[in-house]
């Protein structure tokens, strides 16, 4: 099932004054459209988190590209985030995103999927950004 939450228009627009969330966002998803596990799981932090909907918490550089090459092996693809709430806490950045993506049903038929997510990414001490958790529905 599709969620598309119902957003304000002055919601939509992702104010941030850290430069680099965009481009951490916007990277994030052109790697998962490339299907490439392991480069997805170089955008966590060691001690990273993923919480997806199905209650199972993802830890662990391993596990985490298991999860991705999982969500690859069942033909999720076309990830998009849009981000529309940002919380700048100095080396810590709070995002809030609606998502989407392509995915096929048990019978191979295309269906579309999404929710809402929330990234917790932190700045390493080459000033770039990581993800230290990942939450989404």
């Known amino acids: 099932m599709f969620f598309s939450p119902k957003l304000s228009s002055a919601a939509t627009a992702l104010v941030t004054t850290d ?58 693809t076309g990830h998009l985030l849009v981000p529309f709430s940002s919380i700048d806490l100095g080396s810590t950045q709070v995002v809030s995103s609606s998502w989407s993506a392509h995915a096929v049903d048990a019978n191979g038929k295309p269906i579309s999927i999404g929710g809402l997510a929330t990234h917790v990414f932190q700045v390493q001490a080459d000033k770039s950004l990581k993800l230290r958790l990942h939450i989404f529905n």
């Open 19 to 76: 430069p680099r969330v965009a481009s951490a966002i916007a990277d994030w998803d052109a790697t998962f459209d490339k299907g490439d596990a392991q480069a997805m799981a170089a955008f966590y932090t060691s001690d990273a988190f993923i919480l997806p909907p199905s209650h199972s918490a993802v830890q662990t550089q391993a596990g985490i590209v298991q999860f991705f090459q999982t969500n690859f092996d069942n033909h999720v």
